[in-house]
């Protein structure tokens, strides 16, 4: 009796102990949910990393990017697919193309990065007559056993259903020069020539090579550019595009290229601005090292293919993550976000040209916040807003201040904090107290940039997201990306100054 008394006891402290087990997992993963951005990009679930394949079609914004159906961390590269209306809110569609088995089987094919082109003339053979929407994606297909890598070639697949369903080419590979690194064609049609260019890199040589096609299954090397600018890292995600000059009718070139960042051993975008004939991309002189975005985590932006004119400019999504600590990242379900599309200009300086990004307007998806103006600070002062999905735009004059303030998320002494500090002109965004940063000991960090007031006024372009925070400083003349994982959820904001200061205008919306 005693012996049956003493079993049931701890039977049910068993089954008691694994229910609050249970329970504790699932307050777990609800809580490492919150870390999924609301208005950036994320899969359902599963590992994502670069946007491939972007292009307009009938409406639709297509994104495909490096997708692992099969896990949390980076694996089976294929190509996920979602489409967009407006380029905010996305519809997620079934994998597009998958890895696959080759014919000797004991190999197979990863789909890495590449893009999509619509080829309304039917170039390439592919689709029926007079159907002027056939898309085709160009990508590398990665050889490899058992995952150890054996070649990278270019490849095609193509969609007569606005990318719903592909064939493959049957005589793959495109492009082979036997080497084991090759990867990431970005393709255009380039109007003039009436033919197709191909950018891609041999990312060990820091080279891009340029490559023209009429049908997109034969390739012919034009010419290369490289062994410049950022060689800290390897290159990938090379892109090559026209792009306008602010305040003019002037269009120069822009090659953007993910490769190594300011500070030693992260991840960045480079770009170098130029001319381009048709054949060969010259830079203009550039005596500094010019980086896309100053944070850690904008990696392997690519421009949207096909857009309709009324896009005066090109537009790029980057993948919000950084190598160095990808793998790692403390959300459960889902690993890695896009970036908020940006629209891309030049802006004319004496130094020469410098990249203008400013992301796609919000303002359908604002919700009701706080407005205002002229708004005196000094010391610490709280904001009557809070919230972990949002939008901030402010135009701050410096007054008597040394260091003006914004902290971001923050929740007792947890916070993401941005500051400017007036004497050096220098903005910078650390995060070594935004909450979980034990994850990788790369990820707790500063990131700084030079940003030089206008008439004495700061403008700062925030979107804050959960786990992403984009930091548009003087209408998208600097930009820093960096995520953070509040363990905490008060969400308020906080400005700061150690002398007064003006928030000549403050708008902050909370974004649905
Ligand atoms: C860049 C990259 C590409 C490659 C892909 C593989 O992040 O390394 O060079 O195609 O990811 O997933």
């Not at 609301?38 to 079609?57: A, E, K, R």
């Not at 490096?66 to 089976?76: A, L, T």
């Not at 056939?134 to 990508?139: E, K, L, P, R, S």
């Not at 916040?369 to 002229?374: A, C, Q």
Request: with cysteine; charged share 25%.
């Amino acid at each position: 009796m005693l012996k049956n008394l003493v079993i049931a006891v701890f039977l049910g402290i068993a089954i008691l102990s694994c229910q609050n087990k249970d329970k504790k997992e699932e307050e777990e993963s609800t809580k490492r949910e919150l870390y999924r951005p609301v208005y950036h990009f994320t899969p359902i679930q599963n590992w994502i990393n670069d946007p491939n394949g972007m292009v307009y079609l009938d409406g639709e914004y297509h994104l495909f990017y490096q997708y692992n159906p099969f896990g949390n961390e980076w694996g089976h590269m294929s190509w996920g697919h979602a489409v967009s209306k407006d380029l905010l809110t996305w519809e997620h569609l079934p994998v597009a193309l998958k890895e696959f088995r080759n014919k000797d089987d004991t190999t197979q094919t990863m789909i890495f990065s590449g893009s999509a082109v619509i080829d309304s003339a039917n170039t390439s053979g592919f689709f029926e007559k007079g159907k002027k929407n056939g898309m085709v994606a160009i990508y590398t297909s990665n050889v490899h056993a058992s995952g150890k890598g054996v070649a990278q070639h270019q490849s095609i697949a193509y969609s007569a259903d606005k990318g719903r369903t592909w064939k493959q080419y049957d005589k793959n590979p495109v492009l082979n020069i036997g080497l084991k690194d090759f990867r990431d064609p970005n393709v255009f049609w380039y109007a003039p020539d009436k033919k197709w260019i191909m950018s891609v890199v041999k990312p060990l040589d820091y080279t891009v090579q340029f490559y023209q096609s009429q049908n997109l299954k034969e390739w012919k090397l034009m010419s290369e550019f490289g062994k410049k600018g950022d060689m800290t890292k390897i290159w990938e995600c090379p892109a090559l595009f026209p792009i306008p000059v602010e305040g003019s009718d002037q269009k120069k070139w822009i090659l953007t290229v993910s490769s190594g960042h300011r500070q030693k051993n992260y991840l960045a975008m480079q770009y170098f601005v130029g001319d381009f004939d048709g054949k060969t991309f010259t830079p203009q002189k550039q005596d500094e090292i010019l980086y896309v975005d100053e944070g850690k985590d904008f990696y392997a932006g690519i421009p949207f293919n096909s857009l309709p004119a009324s896009h005066t400019k090109p537009v790029m999504i980057g993948w919000i993550n950084d190598w160095e600590y990808a793998n790692k990242l403390p959300s459960a379900k889902f690993k890695g976000s896009m970036s908020v599309p940006r629209e891309l200009s030049l802006q004319s300086t004496p130094a020469g040209y410098r990249l203008i990004q400013t992301p796609v307007s919000l303002k359908s998806k604002q919700e009701a916040g706080l407005d205002e103006k002229d708004l005196k600070v000094s010391g610490n002062h709280s904001l009557d807003f809070s919230g972990e999905s949002y939008e901030v735009e402010a135009e701050i004059s410096l007054g008597s201040a040394k260091k003006i303030g914004i902290n971001l998320l923050k929740s007792g002494s947890e916070e993401s904090s941005l500051t400017y500090d007036v004497s050096s002109s220098t903005l910078s965004f650390d995060r070594k107290k935004s909450g979980n940063v034990d994850f990788h000991e790369r990820f707790p960090s500063i990131e700084s940039v030079t940003v030089k007031p206008q008439n004495g006024v700061l403008k700062l372009h925030l979107l804050v997201d959960q786990s992403v925070v984009e930091i548009f400083a003087n209408d998208g003349e600097k930009v820093m990306t960096d995520m953070v994982f509040p363990t905490k959820h008060e969400g308020k904001i906080e400005l700061v100054s150690d002398g007064e200061v003006i928030f000549k205008s403050l708008a902050i919306h909370g974004i649905k």
